[in-house]
């Protein structure tokens, strides 16, 4: 039950890109179709961003966006605003029914 | 609209007890497999537990294996997690999930003496 592994932190100016990484393995990210996203602002409870890669929930901005490639999931964030400052996790299920979260990633807008 | 409303936490001394609740609704609450999720202050999220539809599967983090246990109740729309030999560690706010959609707002968890 290890971690995904994510930077601890990544940084932006308004208006740009940004993409969080968040590697696993062949046991979770690399074969799940259940990664999902969120986002969590201090003091609050996180947020769905993403779930099952790349399928956004309504009210969620396309200015973000999921992806996958072999056992590396992907968090884009156009358009960068200073309201996108926060903390941010991966999660993937695992072939054992389990699931596993990422350590996290501050995103900063500089 | 899915709404997961968490309830049970509180101040426990190391050693002891705790039932948590979530009471779920908004959908077809007997069909879902769900999680909970906890948080420590400060820290990232962890898994903590994940039960079937049914009930009849359970899968537990190693951290708290052999010490919580997760059930549901159908009938009454609602997920539990019994909490027993409770640890210091344990101090956490708790979550009540299902996979792809919000989340509710947890309930506090303190072992302390």
């Known amino acids: 039950q290890s971690a995904l592994t994510q930077p601890a932190s990544v940084s932006g100016s308004p208006g740009q890109s940004i993409t969080i990484s968040c590697t696993g393995t062949?046991?979770?990210?690399?074969?799940?179709?259940?990664v999902s996203w969120y986002q969590q602002q201090p003091g609050k409870a996180p947020k769905l961003m993403i779930y099952?890669?790349?399928d956004r929930p309504s009210g969620v901005s396309n200015r973000f966006s999921g992806s996958k490639s072999g056992n590396t999931a992907s968090l884009t964030i156009s358009g960068l605003q200073a309201e996108d400052e926060a903390d941010y996790y991966c999660?993937?299920?695992?072939?054992?029914?389990?699931?596993?979260f990422g350590g996290g990633t501050k995103l900063t807008v500089l | 609209e899915v709404q997961l409303v968490e309830s049970g936490g509180g101040l426990v001394q190391p050693g002891g007890s705790l039932r948590l609740s979530c009471a779920a609704s908004g959908f077809s609450f007997s069909t879902y497999w769900m999680d909970w999720v906890r948080q420590a202050p400060g820290k990232g999220l962890v898994w903590v537990s994940r039960?079937?539809?049914?009930?009849?599967?359970?899968t537990y983090a190693d951290s708290v294996k052999g010490r919580f246990t997760i059930s549901r109740d159908n009938a009454k729309n609602t997920l539990y997690l019994q909490m027993n030999s409770l640890r210091p560690e344990d101090t956490a706010v708790y979550y009540c999930?299902?996979?792809?959609?919000?989340w509710g707002q947890g309930t506090l968890v303190t072992v302390s003496s």
């Open positions: 039960l079937n539809s049914d009930g009849s599967i359970t």
């Open positions: 062949s046991s979770d990210v690399g074969v799940s179709k259940y």
């Open positions: 999660s993937s299920y695992t072939t054992s029914s389990t699931c596993v």
């Open positions: 999930v299902k996979y792809g959609r919000p």
């Open positions: 099952d890669v790349s």
